[in-house]
């Protein structure tokens, strides 16, 4: 198929690692090592084939592979296809065909593929199952695709370690991991592999350790990250709510897109609140700095999801304790101002 040569030299092969409840992954193979038989399409639920035999009335099929992997053909019935290339399937539609037609031209073409299924997992936006199309308007499916399909790569998500875990072409065989760092080309220049995703594949992005600016800044930059993050900024703001900012944005820029701190706000007391992937907050206090660099103690890079909370001084604390201290009394008070004026 087109577009398997860029898959191919995209790649770059590592030590894979079990996956769960499943056979033991082998040593990806390396670089030169990998055929094209790797990445052939191979036939499977949903892909609707077209099948005739040269020069013989009534052979002709249009057909779908149905959910257990097997086609029906006219005079041979059921031939299963699961998981063979259009050349294997001809081949064993051939085979049967021969048995009461003297030397068949058998022709088979792909009409339509099935949609793409690829599970996305790690430092996205959005992780899970996706089932992509793949037609001839929107082409097939790639790398960078899948990962924007997923929402994009998150504030921790660590570009130059993503993995694409292929399974065997093979019901016995072993499957293969694939690694891509796109942080440098990002950084440094040169050329990013976009390689072609099929169908079965797993693409999981890790968790970056002890990224610096220029890193955080590359990868918000790219579009492999979101456009934009929502973060909810209240308290003691000119506009407090749901604030929409770029990716990776610092938490001056989030207080400055809720109006600023008002004059009942504690610039020495700011609150970011921070939910992990296990369910558990986190709260940091800090001191509102505008002009404190990216990903400093008191201007960090926020994520999806954060809540800023500006806490008031401590004289409005103070007068609005006052406030609520009093204002039972108010009806006694404007009372006794009545009599008074009464006499």
């Known amino acids: 198929m087109a577009g398997c040569a ?11 690692a079990p996956p769960v409840a499943a056979a033991p992954i082998a040593a990806a193979p390396s670089l030169g090592s990998v055929g094209r038989d790797v990445v052939r399409y191979r036939l499977g639920p949903g892909d609707r084939l077209a099948m005739s035999v040269f020069k013989m009335e009534g052979y002709q099929a249009m057909v779908e592979v149905l959910s257990d992997g ?8 059921t031939v299963d296809v699961w998981g063979l290339t259009l050349e294997q399937a001809r081949l064993r539609i051939t085979a049967r065909y021969e048995k009461f037609l003297r030397r068949p031209l058998v022709y088979l073409d792909l009409e339509a593929s099935r949609p793409v299924k690829v599970t996305v997992t790690g430092q996205v936006e959005r992780p899970g199952v996706f089932s992509l199309p793949s037609t001839t308007a929107t082409g097939w499916p790639t790398l960078v695709d899948v990962v924007q ?5 998150t504030a921790s998500g660590d570009l130059s370690n993503i993995e694409v875990l292929r399974p065997s072409a093979t019901a016995d065989g072993r499957a293969s991991v694939y690694q891509f760092d796109y942080l440098t080309v990002l950084r440094d220049g040169g050329h990013a592999p976009n390689p072609l995703i099929y169908d079965g594949d797993s693409i999981r992005v890790h968790q970056s350790v002890g990224a610096n600016n220029v890193d955080l800044i590359t990868t918000a930059a790219s579009n492999f990250a979101p456009d934009t993050i929502k973060v909810n900024v209240i308290g003691e703001v000119s506009r407090p709510g749901v604030q929409q900012v770029p990716s990776n944005a610092p938490l001056s820029q989030a207080i400055l897109a809720s109006g600023g701190i008002t004059r009942r706000g504690s610039q020495s007391t700011v609150e970011l609140i921070r939910v992990d992937g296990n369910g558990e907050s986190t709260v940091t206090v800090m001191t509102f700095d505008p002009e404190a660099v990216l990903s400093s103690p008191s201007n960090p890079p926020l994520r999806q999801g954060d809540v800023v909370v500006v806490n008031r001084t401590a004289l409005a604390k103070l007068s609005d304790g006052l406030t609520d201290a009093f204002s039972p009394l108010t009806p006694i008070v404007n009372a006794a101002s009545i009599f008074r004026l009464l006499n």
Do not use: E, H, K, M
């Not at 860029?6 to 092969?13: D, I, K, N, Q, Y």
């Open 6 to 16: 860029a898959l191919v030299a995209g790649f770059v092969a590592v030590a894979a």
């Open 70 to 77: 097997t086609i029906n053909l006219p005079r041979i019935g």
């Open 149 to 153: 399909t997923a929402g994009g790569v």
